[in-house]
């Protein structure tokens, strides 16, 4: 589920960074680092459409189907927190 | 040590793939771990600090900050099929879509080198234009699709 973003995130917390149509931002709320990545894809997609990403222009046609979930982990001295990035796929077959 | 019979060393195609710029020429090549003779995978989603990022990831963030310079990215194809695969144009449609730019896509098989690009209207409506003349780098992709691996 969507946590509040609290000014420490917890350790099972992530913040989610969006990159959407060249504009990046980053979900105003933490969630969970072991959400599913449908999940993940269903939160993104409905704060671009509502214009819920700061510095990412609201696109109500938004479809995120082809986009996949990376998790990192967080790195001591550089990144305290979990992070989630969302990208476009580049799987070829 | 390991000792290993020559005789069972057999070339086997491996799916590989080449981001060309403007000028025709190659920018990077692309070996994704995992690959394999129909698929370039992208599915490392989970990255340890200590580990490199995969190939998948590295490609996207290269197509992220190189996109204006880029003319389009090539990748191999066993045998003679020239036709993108559904994977295929779901990718070029959705990295076209989001870094707001059209591509040439290319495919090399065994012989031939086909030619895909958007024509609308649909989003994955790509038209297949089999060449004529190859394209410089597609020796080259060739080869780097073959590797040589131990038989079973």
Not at chain 1, 27 to 55: C, H, K, M, N, Q
Not at chain 1, 87 to 93: A, L
Not at chain 2, 55 to 62: D, H, K, N, T, V
Not at chain 2, 103 to 125: E, M, N
Request: a negative charge.
């Amino acid at each position: 589920m969507v946590e509040m973003l609290a000014r420490v995130i917890q350790p099972h917390q992530a913040r989610v960074m969006v990159t959407y149509k060249r504009e990046h931002g980053e979900l105003p709320d933490a969630v969970t680092f072991d959400s599913t990545d449908g999940d993940v894809r269903g939160w993104v997609s409905e704060a671009i459409r509502t214009g819920g990403v700061p510095g990412i222009t609201a696109d109500p046609q938004v479809r995120l189907n082809d986009y996949v979930i990376d998790r990192f982990p967080p790195v001591p001295g550089v990144r305290e927190h979990n992070l989630i990035d969302i990208r476009p796929k580049v799987e070829f077959g | 040590m390991n000792l290993v019979n020559l005789h069972d060393l057999k070339p086997s195609f491996i799916e590989a793939g080449v981001v060309v710029d403007k000028g025709d020429k190659p920018m990077v090549w692309h070996h994704p771990d995992g690959a394999n003779g129909g698929h370039l995978p992208d599915e490392q989603r989970v990255f340890p600090a200590d580990r490199p990022l995969s190939g998948a990831r590295e490609l996207w963030q290269f197509f992220d900050k190189n996109y204006k310079s880029i003319r389009g990215f090539a990748h191999s194809h066993p045998g003679d099929m020239y036709e993108p695969s559904w994977t295929d144009i779901t990718t070029f449609a959705v990295l076209e879509s989001e870094l707001c730019t059209r591509y040439d896509w290319w495919i090399v098989t065994r012989h031939r080198v086909s030619l895909v690009r958007w024509k609308g209207p649909g989003i994955h409506d790509y038209s297949v234009e089999l060449l004529e003349t190859e394209p410089a780098w597609a020796g080259e992709l060739r080869a780097r699709s073959r590797r040589t691996q131990t038989t079973a």
